[in-house]
């Protein structure tokens, strides 16, 4: 276990605070380091107070992260190539979140006793699927939007053009297509990968600029950019067919496609789980659920770390 090296990448946009109770846990525990993304929109202040140093990275490249958009891609994409810069050989690299938290010790013996494993949930959608939709229509930029609200405009715009492509009626067809012999997965984003599958997935989009031009006008890419990469790669049938991270969807029509932000009341089924990280958590929301399992998992005493 000890010579098992494990980076994790996160993409952050808020808590700066929360980011760094997440980065204590998991930071300089014997091999492990972190890479971290700050979306552009953050104020340079918030930038400066995450905790950086020693296995802790901040990378300067910052891109502009929106929800549903390939920008997402483009950050994700960015933090493995400064992994792949690094020089370092990881034989694991874990996707998280700024609102992620570690919510079970033994992630490193876990991974140890099961190297060469893709941690990443998928599922394949047929044709016919009304999912297709999500990256054989050209979406607007207006539609690849969040909007709270379930009756806001260009929500109900996606909805039509959604409702529209099922009956057959694509008014914005996009112009590329799979490979040839490809199919089509999708699910959830986070996954935890060998180091070699993250340097196969850089030198087929580098080899192959048209993966991801297929996918610029596309609506919510990161539930299926890696997941259709990976599952028509040499590495498919190393995928577990679940991810390493707990979430809680919503119920109503308003967030019933997003992570609900965790309670105390959820840390029984959190824990109950099996999961090794858990999210979304939320400061302004719940700073209780936040140092329960800060206080309890992780690395406590990681090599310090200084502020930028």
Known sequence: ???????????????????????????????????IHVDAKCHEAMVRAIASGGSVSVLKERVQVTWGDFNVIEATLSLLRAVRASGKAYDFISLNSGQDLLVRDGLREYLAANRNRVFMSARRIGPGDPQNSAWKIRWPRVTRNLYDSPFHPYRLL?????????????????????????????????????GVTADYILDYVGQNPNYCRLFQDSLAPDEFFFTTLIMNSPYAAQVTGSHLTHLNFGRTLRDKNHPVVIT????????DSGRFFARKFDQAVDEEAIRYFSDRYGNQNPEPNSAR
Not at 9 to 20: A, C, D, F, S, T
Not at 266 to 271: F, V
């Open 1 to 35: 276990m000890g010579d098992l090296r494990l980076a994790h990448i996160l993409l952050v946009h808020k808590n700066p605070e929360q980011v760094n109770a997440f980065v204590r846990q998991i930071a300089g525990d014997g091999g492990a380091d972190v890479y």
């Open 158 to 194: 996606r909805a039509g053009l959604v409702r529209l492509y099922t009956f057959g009626l694509n008014l914005r067809p996009n112009p590329l297509a799979l490979p040839e012999g490809w199919n089509f997965y999708c699910d959830s984003q986070w996954l935890c990968m060998p």
């Open 264 to 271: 105390t009341e959820d840390i029984p089924t959190i824990e």
